[in-house]
């Protein structure tokens, strides 16, 4: 049974506070890695993706991939209000196969 | 780039009629797309993975008679939730992987269709 989990929160931290979300995944033959956000009422929007061991920085988020210990995050530096969502931890085996979600973490960030 | 678009954006529909779903990659080509079902407070569930020019897979406990799925060029993905009950209520999305991804299977989402069966 391939899994993704995440800790469902809620993740609350003050505006201009840095957001830690975390994942682990229990596949080692994953290849792909993804944080999606979604607002309630909405669909999934990708904000980053990440293949290869490390750091991944775009903007004030940088995603954190380590194999080895098959775990992934997701840091929101600057945290605003308008980052308040669920994020979804998202993982694939190949190209072409259907993503496996965790069920998510929601961030609430306060003014 | 990346868009996907879904019709309609919200539907309700009477006990024992049909719906459907259309689903478009609009600036790429989607070999491969995904239909995805969200219930309230709850995550995604994936109900079927559609491929182009063939039959979809569906995923267990979905009824493939129920929601039929038809893709029929590599820009349009359709689901029809057949003889629909309310318990059909819900949030569906599609999802689309553009062709030619070798490794990375990034897949880019509709905005959704929110179905209520009264």
Not at chain 2, 30 to 44: D, E, G, H, N
Request: glycine share 6%; charged share 15%; hydrophobic share 30%.
């Amino acid at each position: 049974q391939k899994e993704v989990e995440q800790n469902s929160g809620p993740l609350s931290v003050p505006e201009g506070a840095i957001a830690s979300l975390n994942c682990t995944y229990s596949d080692r033959g994953s290849q792909s890695f993804f944080w999606y956000r979604q607002y309630s009422g909405k669909s999934p929007e990708l904000i980053m993706s990440i293949y290869s061991n490390g750091d991944k920085e775009d903007g004030r988020f940088t995603a954190q991939l380590n194999k080895a210990s098959q775990y992934v995050s997701l840091l929101i530096r600057d945290s605003q209000p308008s980052d308040s969502a669920t994020y979804l931890c998202a993982v694939t085996l190949q190209a072409g196969t259907a993503l496996i979600f965790g069920k998510g973490t929601t961030l609430s960030v306060s003014s | 780039g990346a868009v996907v678009s879904q019709h309609p954006s919200w539907v309700i529909c009477k006990s024992g009629t049909s719906v459907k779903i259309e689903c478009r990659s609009l600036d790429f080509q989607a070999t491969t797309m995904f239909w995805y079902r969200q219930f309230p407070k709850q995550s995604l569930m994936l109900m079927a993975t559609s491929n182009e020019g063939s039959k979809a897979t569906y995923e267990q406990g979905v009824e493939k008679d129920k929601f039929l799925i038809n893709h029929a060029s590599l820009t349009l993905s359709t689901l029809t939730v057949t003889s629909a009950h309310p318990e059909d209520s819900s949030f569906y999305i599609c999802s689309a992987s553009p062709t030619g991804q070798k490794i990375y299977n990034e897949q880019f989402f509709g905005p959704g269709t929110r179905l209520t069966v009264l």
